[in-house]
């Protein structure tokens, strides 16, 4: 069964610092991957999307993401985090956006915290 | 374009009464989903339309759960006799094509 692993659940960063997000997917086949934000009370916000190609892309808010296919992997980055970048972080994988399935699944998230 | 709007924003029940929210998706999308998030976890798949045709569901959607899209636009998601493991946040979420806006959930406290 396809699963999400966020390994850190929650980060603290220094403001202008740079910041990498892990996520490590499970999943049999080439894995539509995502990444979400998360502001307190607001719903989730699609940061980035990996389909296929460039394994290295680019997404909102100065945020990039490269998919790694030998680690299972698809960590977030960015290289100097700003205050309002404080929320937390999801990182999804898609069942089969093929066919007439397509929920995606979550893993538990990342907190982020910035520190003046 | 509004974006997907969810209605009520905040729920709280006592154990046992019914409840029922509202999802109104981008117009023109025909995907339409729903998912629960607890305290410290990611949102949880709980059931899919495609237009007016429920096409999955979850097992975390017991009995108790009941979901339609009648005409293929708005949705709802009904929850009878609540109890408290049902308190969380639910989210519903449309797409046309390969991304799935979300909106801003309902929050569900039963107490």
Redesign the interface.
């Known amino acids: 069964a396809q699963s ?1 692993t966020q390994p850190d659940i929650h980060i603290t960063v220094s403001e202008g610092a740079s910041l990498e997000l892990r996520c490590n997917y499970s999943y049999g086949a080439t894995p ?1 991957l995502f990444w ?1 934000v998360q502001s307190p ?6 940061l980035l ?1 990996y ?1 296929s190609g460039d394994t290295l892309v680019q997404g909102i808010k100065g945020f990039e993401a490269e998919f790694k296919r030998s680690q299972s992997s698809f960590n977030l980055r960015k290289p100097s985090v700003h205050w309002s970048d404080a929320a937390e972080y ?1 990182c ?1 994988v ?1 069942t089969n ?1 093929g066919g ?10 990342t907190k982020l915290s910035v520190k003046p | 374009d509004t974006g ?1 709007s969810q209605d009520p924003r905040h729920k709280i029940t006592k154990r046992g009464q019914n409840v029922t929210f509202r999802c109104d998706p981008i117009s023109e999308h025909n ?1 339409l ?1 729903w ?1 629960r998030q607890t305290l ?6 709980l059931t ?1 339309f ?1 237009n007016e045709a429920q ?2 569901k ?1 097992r975390l959607l017991s009995d108790r759960f009941s979901a339609e899209r009648p005409k293929g636009s708005f949705s709802t998601l009904e929850i009878q006799r609540t109890e408290q493991g049902d308190s969380a946040m639910y ?1 519903c ?1 449309s ?1 046309f094509q ?8 309902t929050r569900l406290t039963v107490l």
Request: glycine share 18%; no cysteine; aromatic share 24%.
């Open positions: 999400v539509y979400y009370g607001q719903g989730l916000q699609l999307k389909f999801f999804a898609v956006y007439s399935q397509g929920n995606l699944i979550f893993g538990k998230g | 997907v995907r989903y998912y410290g976890q990611g949102p949880e798949f899919y495609q096409l999955e979850s989210l979420a797409s390969n991304e799935q806006f979300f909106g801003p959930g």
